[in-house]
Each structure stands twice: as structure tokens, then as C-alpha cells.
């Protein structure tokens, strides 16, 4: 929790009289400078409902500035909405499952077995300090191995060997594996080795079977203590293993692994050139392999005897069960919401089942196309009783439209299939509602083309309908041309008569997530600013990423709240995904009201 001040009752009214956003809500109660027992922090303000005879706990203002953000505590379970709901009210939520998280040490966790922060520990200093531990990449990587790789690329006529050969020779090979590889941003900004890991890392096929790479960075459960069982095994894996992953239109043709590989767009990431571009299918398949092969042979350096213990205990509690724990959140917590929206979804989340659990209580609205390569898809789920499935009608492919020929001529605003899911739907009392889940690129820059179309559709084609965005936007601190900021993003929503949850001036610093990368990830740069256990707080990713977005004209927020344990409680200046709560993004809900005058 917090430990700073908390504003005192003089303060809390003149920001609520300074904050018009707030006073639906707000104004329901009086503010006292009681302390809270613990856990609260000292200077926390009780607040006294004027309609409960007692103190009310679920409210605790935590900041000057935001209080129309509040810390929702004590809620029963299947009940973290605002209290006092008004008819007109709507709970809606957003989460970003991150999907792809399948790696078991991409972050620093909490683990009671010593040998966790030894292994960490020891893997943080030979990055610190390589000196004994920097050979160089055919050490790790032997020429006779990237002989059989080529090979092996020769016999599915992948373009550019020739040129990926050379690059071996004359660049690659002599790299050395820390300063020269790991190191080495511009791989990461490329994507070489993080964009082929994403598509390969864990494949999640039709009929629930999931398959995985044999790599450190995942739960491979074969043995792979050595760089020659590792290499055979791997290249079975990539050259000879058919897949049935989950895609549009119902074709599930079984097809390589390799043949999930897309080349890697110098429009979407602008570090790549246009040359690495077109040979960039052979230059990604090296790029993962140096990098695997880095891992492995760092691993057993550090930890030869507990590391594959002690992935396997990351594995158990983060991956596993992942789903199930997220479906298990969103029906114990979030069961009474009528609309939740959720980014990063994997196919087996949807169709395995968490998804059969779900459809219990929610009518699933998927997008288009399902992501069946990267494995990342955008949904909506809306309560049963609330929403009829008759009327839903999907209107994504009309967005992406109205988003193309806007951005036509805008690099850094591509989009994926699975990013976006769009929706007319009506509700059973007879109101109409467009509503969307969309999933940002890393830095954001999609966030505003993509909500301008749906406002554009929305006001143009569908006017009567009370439009809802959930989105993960990927938006940060400081805005510059790499990267989509919260003030400018919301000077976007200002212009088009668009709000969020987050109200009219967004902090910044009031982050949706907090996570401390470890350089056991093929994020190379973001590994670049990988930290030792000590700093995970004060170098962690934190940044205000995920919202609610709506019309001012239609709809005003009551309360809203973040929540990074699953209980509709959000603690600061912690660390996630933890043992019991597995996305690096909190979850954000609101309580909205339809205003007078709507449908």
C-alpha cells in the first residue's frame, strides 16, 4: 500500500468541487480524518456514506488529484462495483491477460525457494560483469550447427540465404555473447529474436494440445541439459512439427512451425531495414537460435543443477493454470460487470476451459479474424442476462476500413489480426451500445488512429449507439514521436468529445503496470533494461497503459479502480505478475452512468 499523504477533508472537498467528473459519486459521502486499522496507511480518510449507518470501507481515497480514482477494498465476492448503484449504471472492465507471457522468468516474482534468487542473481552478474563469461557466438552456436540451419532454411526456400550466410560470417559469428548479443539493442528494436519467439515460444493448437519450443524461456519438459540433445531437439521442433493452430474461416490446415513465421515489417518497426526486411524469415531463425543457444549455455554456467527445478515451480504457478486462475478472477471478483473487455487473450483461452467457463455467464464477441500466429487476441465478453446474442453484430472489419484509409500513409500505425474487436450490440432493457477491446502496439503509436476510427464509425453510422473502448494503449509518461503519451493521448480524447475513466487530467504517474523484466527474455530491448532484484520497484516499467474510454455526451464515471491482485485492490509499489495474479497489467473497472437524454 501507499504510505504517502493522504489530503485531509478540506482538501478532498475542494478537489471535488474542482473536479465536476467526480461529483456524481463523491458527493454521496462525507469525508473524516479517521484513521483505518492496518493494513491502511495512517493518514488514509474513512469515508462515512451518508446512506450507511456505519463507516464505509470499500472507498479510500488515495491521492490529491484522484478522486475519482479509488482503492476498492472489502468488497464481497462477486461484488466490486461502486457501492450505491444507480439503475442507469454499467460496470465494465478491461484487462490485458497478456497472452504471450509464456516465459517463466521474463519477470522478477516472489519465490520461497532460495535457489530462485540465486539463479537470478547469478545470471544478473554475468550480464553485469562478463569479463570470464563473454565468448563469442559460435562458441555457443558452433559453425557446423548454423551449417545444418542453413540447410534446413534451404529446404523451405526461405528468401535471402545467401545474404544470412554472409551476415553470419562476417557479423554474427564473432559477436561476443553478452556486449555483442544480449546487449545489443537494435536487435531488439528489430525484433530479430523477440518476433520469432512470440510465434514459436508455446503454440496453442485446435483441440487444446499445446506445444512448445525447447528453449529456457518456457515449459519445455524434456531435458535439455545439454547443447547437443537441445540442438536436435530443436531443430525437430522448428523444420519437422506440424501444427493445427486456430484461425479464420475454420481452416485449421496442420502446417510446419517454421511456416508460422511472418517476415517482420520495416513499416512496423522502423529500426529493421527494407533489405532485412526481405530476408528477414532466415535472419529471425538465426537470431533465435543464437539466442536460445546464449540462454542455455548461461544457465548451465550459473545453475547446471536447480534450473530446470526451479522453471518448472514458474511454470506450475504462472503458465499452467494461467488461464484457469484468469477465468477464476473474472467470475469471482468481476461476475456481476456486464462488460469486460480483454486483450492478449490466447486461441485456448477462448475455445479450451476457461472459455466453456465463461460462456456460462458471458456471450463471447470475438474478433474477425482470431490470431492463431503471435496467439493474441482481443474480446468481449457481456453478461447473458444483460445483452442479446441475436442482435450482436461483429463491425470490426468496418473499423479496419475506415482505420486503413486513414492510415494509409502513417507508418507505425499497423495492426495485427486479433488486435481489435468491435461490436453493435443491444441490450435486453432496449438500449444499443457499440463496443471495442483493442490491444495497442508496444509503444502506442496505433492507440489514436485506431480510436479515432471507432469514434468516426461511431458518430457517423452509428450515432444512437452509447460507445465503450476497453484498451491496453500502451501509453507512457512522456510523449515523443517513438512513443504515444497519457497527456497527449488525452488531449486526442478531448478533441473528439471522448473520456475516460481516468477523467479529464490522467496522472501519469498512476501506473496500470509494474514489472521488472530479467534478461531471461527475448525482449532485447527491454532486457537492455533488465534490473537487479534490489531495483525492482524503482526501475520497473510503470506506466499508465490501460482505459476505459467513452463518450462525454453519453455516459459520466462514478468510481473506478485499478486492481493487481484480483480482489478489486490495487497495492503500490509492487511488482507483477505475482504467484497469484498473472498478467503484467492490472485490471481496470468502472461504474458509468447513462446520461439523461440517452437511449
Known amino acids: 500500500m501507499m504510505t504517502e499523504a493522504v489530503p485531509d477533508a478540506h482538501s478532498v472537498t475542494a478537489m471535488i468541487q474542482g473536479a465536476p467528473e467526480c461529483a456524481s459519486c463523491c458527493t454521496q459521502y462525507d469525508f473524516t480524518p479517521s484513521p483505518l486499522p492496518s493494513p491502511f496507511p495512517p493518514a488514509t ?66 519465490h520461497p525457494d532460495p535457489a530462485y534468487n540465486a539463479l537470478m542473481e547469478g545470471v544478473q552478474n554475468v550480464i553485469d560483469h562478463p569479463e570470464a563469461h563473454d565468448i563469442q557466438v559460435h562458441e555457443v552456436l558452433t559453425d557446423s550447427m548454423v551449417e545444418q540451419l542453413m540447410n534446413d532454411l534451404q529446404r523451405q526456400k526461405a528468401p535471402g540465404i545467401a545474404e544470412v550466410k554472409q551476415l553470419w560470417q562476417d557479423d554474427f ?35 487444446g494440445k499445446t506445444l512448445k519450443r525447447p528453449t529456457v524461456i518456457n515449459y519445455y519438459e524434456k531435458d535439455m541439459g545439454d547443447r547437443e540433445s537441445w540442438w536436435s531437439q530443436w531443430r525437430e521442433f522448428i523444420f519437422n512439427t506440424e501444427v493445427e493452430v486456430y484461425s479464420s474461416g475454420g481452416n485449421h490446415a496442420p502446417k510446419l512451425v517454421y511456416s508460422l513465421l511472418e517476415p517482420i515489417l520495416h513499416k512496423k518497426y522502423p529500426a529493421l ?6 530476408i528477414s524469415l532466415p535472419l529471425q531463425v538465426l537470431c533465435l537460435a543464437i539466442f536460445d543457444a546464449i540462454q542455455l549455455h548461461i544457465l548451465n554456467t550459473v545453475a547446471p543443477d536447480s534450473w530446470q527445478r526451479i522453471r518448472r515451480s514458474l511454470a506450475d504457478a504462472l503458465l499452467i493454470n494461467k488461464d484457469r486462475q484468469v477465468a477464476s478472477v473474472l467470475l469471482s471478483t468481476y461476475g ?5 473487455f480483454v486483450q492478449e487473450a490466447a486461441g485456448a483461452f477462448v475455445h479450451g476451459e476457461p472459455g466453456n467457463l465463461l460462456e456460462e455467464h458471458y456471450i463471447p464477441l470475438l474478433p474477425s479474424v482470431m ?81 479515432r476510427a471507432l469514434h468516426e464509425v461511431a458518430s457517423t453510422k452509428y450515432p444512437e449507439r452509447i460507445l465503450i ?11 515523443n514521436d517513438q512513443y504515444q503519451g497519457v497527456s497527449e493521448f488525452q488531449g486526442f480524447l478531448d478533441e473528439n468529445g471522448l473520456i475516460s475513466c481516468w477523467g479529464p487530467t490522467p496522472n501519469p ?10 534478461f531471461l527474455q527475448p525482449q532485447l530491448n527491454k532486457s537492455a533494461q533488465a534490473v537487479r532484484r534490489d531495483d525492482r520497484i524503482t526501475k520497473a516499467d510503470k506506466n499508465l497503459k490501460d482505459w476505459i474510454v467513452f463518450s462525454l455526451s453519453q455516459l459520466e464515471c462514478r468510481c473506478a479502480h485499478k486492481d493487481n491482485t484480483g480482489s478489486a485492490s490495487y497495492i503500490e509499489d509492487m511488482v507483477f505478475p505475482t504467484m497469484n495474479f498473472p498478467s503484467d497489467h492490472a485490471i481496470v473497472a468502472a461504474t458509468v452512468s447513462v446520461k439523461k437524454g440517452q437511449a
Open 45 to 110: 480518510n474513512r469515508i462515512i456514506s451518508k446512506n450507511h449507518p456505519g463507516p464505509c470501507e470499500n472507498h479510500l481515497v488515495s491521492r490529491l488529484g484522484e478522486c475519482h480514482f479509488r482503492n476498492h477494498h472489502g468488497h464481497a465476492e462477486n461484488d466490486s462495483v461502486c457501492a450505491n448503484r444507480h439503475p442507469d449504471d454499467i460496470a465494465v472492465a478491461t484487462w490485458n491477460v497478456a497472452a504471450v507471457n509464456n516465459n517463466p522468468f521474463e519477470y522478477w516474482v516472489t
Open 173 to 207: 559469428r564473432n559477436r561476443k555473447i553478452v556486449s555483442g548479443f544480449l546487449k545489443d539493442n537494435t536487435i531488439g528494436k528489430k525484433r530479430l529474436a523477440s518476433m520469432p519467439d512470440r510465434i514459436t515460444n508455446t503454440i496453442n493448437c485446435v483441440g
Open 273 to 278: 531495414s527494407v533489405e532485412e526486411e526481405r
Open 336 to 340: 456481476s460487470y456486464e462488460i469486460v
Open 371 to 451: 490470431d492463431g500466429k503471435r496467439d493474441q487476441n482481443s474480446l468481449i465478453l457481456v453478461k447473458k442476462d444483460v445483452f442479446l446474442a441475436s442482435a450482436a453484430q461483429n463491425i470490426t472489419d468496418e473499423v479496419l476500413q475506415v482505420h486503413k484509409k486513414a492510415t494509409e500513409s502513417t507508418p507505425g500505425a499497423v495492426l495485427y489480426p486479433g488486435d481489435l474487436a468491435a461490436y453493435c450490440i443491444d441490450a435486453t432493457n432496449g438500449r444499443k451500445f457499440l463496443l471495442a477491446s483493442f490491444h495497442g502496439d508496444t509503444n502506442g503509436l496505433a492507440t489514436v488512429p485506431i480510436v
Open 469 to 479: 473502448i476497453g484498451l491496453d494503449a500502451n501509453t507512457y509518461k512522456v510523449h
Open 509 to 518: 504517474y498512476s501506473p496500470t503496470t509494474c514489472n521488472a523484466r530479467t
